[in-house]
T-cell receptor
Framework: QKEVEQNSGPLSVPEGAIASLNCTYS??????FFWYRQYSGKSPELIMSIYSNGDKEDGRFTAQLNKASQYVSLLIRDSQPSDSATYLCAVGGDDKIIFGKGTRLHILP | EAGVTQSPTHLIKTRGQQVTLRCSPI?????VYWYQQALGLGLQFLLWYDEGEERNRGNFPPRFSGRQFPNYSSELNVNALELEDSALYLC?????????FGDGTRLSIL
């Protein structure tokens, strides 16, 4: 059974600080990794994709991938109240993408 | 470029009725995925269609079914509706990966 694990939270972070979201996965053959943001009552929105080991930066977001440890993370710098949402980690292989249950992030003003 | 579109946006049904939800993928995308998200819960994978064929199915009863048309649009059908079917139904499309989601159909069962 392929699994993607995330801490459900809520993770509370002061405004302006760095939020760190973590995800582990079970399938060593996984090839693609995604982070989605989902506001309450809305659909998930793709914010980052990463395919190789290391860091990938896009604005205030940095995705980090460590395939040896089967670990992917998302860092949000200079956290804003608008970053308060549920963040879904998704891991893809040859056949399908598996979503984690998400981490609720709350940015404290 | 138009995103994934779903219709209707909201739907209210009673137990035992049948419902059809519709999804139009992003132009050029050949795969369509359906997910159920009950209030406060994670995404539950329902169905994956690619090139008109059902590629994978989640752990849902047979009363959940669907199809994909030659233009890659898709329908999700749910028969004999039950109260626990109340949820946000999300469609996503892709050409390979990643998936891009529509705004969803919120289904309420009375």
């Amino acid at each position: 059974q392929k699994e993607v694990e995330q801490n459900s939270g809520p993770l509370s972070v002061p405004e302006g600080a760095i939020a760190s979201l973590n995800c582990t996965y079970s399938d060593r053959g996984s090839q693609s990794f995604f982070w989605y943001r989902q506001y309450s009552g809305k659909s998930p929105e793709l914010i980052m994709s990463i395919y190789s080991n290391g860091d990938k930066e896009d604005g205030r977001f940095t995705a980090q991938l460590n395939k040896a440890s089967q670990y992917v993370s998302l860092l949000i710098r200079d956290s804003q109240p608008s970053d308060s949402a549920t963040y879904l980690c998704a891991v893809g292989g040859d056949d399908k993408i598996i979503f984690g249950k998400g981490t609720r992030l709350h940015i404290l003003p | 470029e138009a995103g994934v579109t779903q219709s209707p946006t909201h739907l209210i049904k009673t137990r035992g009725q049948q419902v059809t939800l519709r999804c139009s993928p992003i132009s050029g995308h050949t795969s369509v995925y359906w997910y159920q998200q009950a209030l406060g819960l994670g995404l539950q994978f329902l169905l994956w269609y690619d090139e008109g064929e059902e590629r994978n199915r989640g752990n849902f009863p047979p009363r959940f079914s669907g199809r994909q048309f030659p233009n890659y649009s898709s329908e999700l059908n749910v028969n004999a509706l039950e109260l626990e079917d109340s949820a946000l139904y999300l469609c996503a499309s892709s050409f390979g990966q990643p998936q891009h989601f529509g705004d969803g159909t919120r289904l309420s069962i009375l």
